[in-house]
C-alpha cells in the first residue's frame, strides 16, 4: 500500500541553523510534490512545489529537493528563526489526481 | 481577505444531532475539497466537489456523512447522527482547478467539531 513517511519525532534546533525535513514515500510515483506549513489551530499553507524533472527548487530561504530514485524528499530551512517554528507537512502527488494525500508531519522547533 | 473562509470555527453537538459545516472557498474558484483531522492524527482527504458534482468521494465514511457544493452559496459538509468519534478538526480547501492537477490548495482554518 501508499505509505509517506515523515520524521515523528519533533526536530529541535537553535536560531541561525538549518533545519532538514525528510519525506519518504513507498508505491508512489509521484509527478510532483507539494509542501505546506501547519501552525496550531490554523489550516495548512501551501509553500512550495517541486516537479519529478526538477531536481532542487528554492524560494528564499527554502529549498526542496526531489530524488525520484530515492524516493525522498528533502526540505530546508536555512538560518531558521522562532518564527520558522510549525509542522510540517509533504504530499506526494500523482498526475490527474486532485486530492492531496499528506505525510503526518515533523514539527519543527527553533529556539532563540 | 479573499481566502477560504469556514463556519462555524468551532461547533458543539450532542450524540445523534446533525452538524453542518461550511466552506467558501476563494474567489475565482471552483474546486472544493474537504479534509478531517482526528486529534492526534494527520489530515485526511473525505471529497473533492466542483460547482454541483461529486468528483471524487472516496474518502468519506459510508454512512451519515454527505457534501455538497451548490451552483449558488458555500459547499456543506453535513453529519447525521453525530458519535463522539466524529469529534475533529474538517479543513476544507479550494483551487482554481481550471490548468491541472498540480494546482496548490488553499485552506481555511478549519472547523472544530466537539460532540458531547
Known amino acids: 500500500s501508499q505509505k509517506i513517511e515523515q520524521n515523528s519525532e519533533a526536530l529541535n534546533i537553535q536560531e541561525g541553523k538549518t533545519a532538514t525535513l525528510t519525506c519518504n514515500y513507498t508505491?508512489?510515483?509521484?509527478?510532483?510534490l507539494q509542501w505546506y506549513r501547519q501552525d496550531p489551530g490554523r489550516g495548512p499553507v501551501f509553500l512550495l512545489l517541486?516537479?519529478?524533472?526538477?531536481k532542487e527548487k528554492r524560494k528564499e530561504r527554502l529549498k526542496v529537493t526531489f530524488d525520484t530514485t530515492l524516493k525522498q524528499s528533502l526540505f530546508h530551512i536555512t538560518a531558521s528563526q522562532p518564527a520558522d517554528s510549525a509542522t510540517y507537512l509533504c504530499a506526494p502527488m500523482n498526475t490527474g489526481f486532485q486530492k492531496l494525500v499528506f505525510g503526518t508531519g515533523t514539527r519543527l522547533l527553533v529556539s532563540p | 481577505n479573499a481566502g477560504v473562509m469556514q463556519n462555524p470555527r468551532h461547533l458543539v453537538r450532542r450524540r445523534g444531532q446533525e452538524a453542518r459545516l461550511r466552506c467558501s472557498p476563494m474567489k475565482g474558484h471552483s474546486h472544493v475539497y474537504w479534509y478531517r483531522q482526528l486529534p492526534e492524527e494527520g489530515l485526511k482527504f473525505m471529497v473533492y466537489l466542483q460547482k454541483e458534482n461529486i468528483i471524487d468521494e472516496s474518502g468519506m465514511p459510508k454512512e451519515r456523512f454527505s457534501a455538497e457544493f451548490p451552483k449558488e452559496g458555500p459547499s456543506i459538509l453535513r453529519i447525521q447522527q453525530v458519535v463522539r468519534g466524529d469529534s475533529a478538526a474538517y479543513f476544507c480547501?479550494?483551487?482554481?482547478?481550471?490548468?491541472?492537477?498540480?494546482?496548490?490548495?488553499?485552506f481555511g482554518d478549519g472547523t472544530r467539531l466537539s460532540i458531547l
Open positions: 480547501a479550494s483551487s482554481p482547478g481550471s490548468t491541472g492537477s498540480d494546482q496548490p490548495q488553499h
Open positions: 508505491n508512489y510515483s509521484p509527478a510532483y
Open positions: 517541486i516537479r519529478e524533472n526538477e
